[in-house]
């Protein structure tokens, strides 16, 4: 029996130098495994980092965006909103050149009619003059006797 019992010392010897590699190695892998799941939650808690960061960053991306938007609308509300002033002064300043040019067109007409004023009241200041003369040598025709104007030296006549 002895060479059996030293077979079975022998493979004992094995089975326990066997089960201390393989004890070995599950400690070695469980070491492994146990600093790859330091190193995912590593990562894990890395990349929720950047993914708030991420978040944060395209939030102020969009309220950017937003504000922008905003103030390009108000652009145009206030392009527009000068546009309408700009049209609004060409119509006033159209309608101010017309006024100009009436006014000057009233003005023409009243020079001109004063003019034709002036020269009627000369015309009637001459026709009451010879209304008078007129008249005076009617009462004369009627008393019956010739009239006869009198000249003066220094008349304009």
């Not at 990349?47 to 905003?70: F, G, I, M, P």
């Amino acid at each position: 029996m002895s060479q059996l019992s030293k077979l079975i010392k022998g493979v004992n010897k094995k089975i326990k130098a066997f089960d201390t590699k393989l004890k070995t190695s599950f400690i070695l892998i469980r070491q492994d495994l146990d600093d790859m799941q330091i190193i995912i939650d590593a990562m894990r808690k890395f990349l929720k980092k950047k993914d708030k960061e991420h978040t944060k960053q395209d939030k102020y991306a969009r309220k950017t965006q937003e504000r922008l938007t905003k103030e390009v609308e108000e652009f145009t509300e206030k392009t527009t909103q000068i546009k309408l002033a700009l049209s609004q002064i060409n119509a006033i300043k159209s309608e101010v050149v017309i006024r100009k040019d009436l006014f000057r067109i009233e003005e023409r007409i009243k020079a001109s009619f004063s003019r034709d004023i002036e020269k009627y009241k000369k015309e009637t200041i001459n026709l009451k003059k010879e209304l008078k003369e007129s008249n005076k040598k009617i009462k004369a025709l009627e008393k019956g006797t010739i009239y006869i104007p009198k000249k003066f030296w220094f008349s304009k006549n």
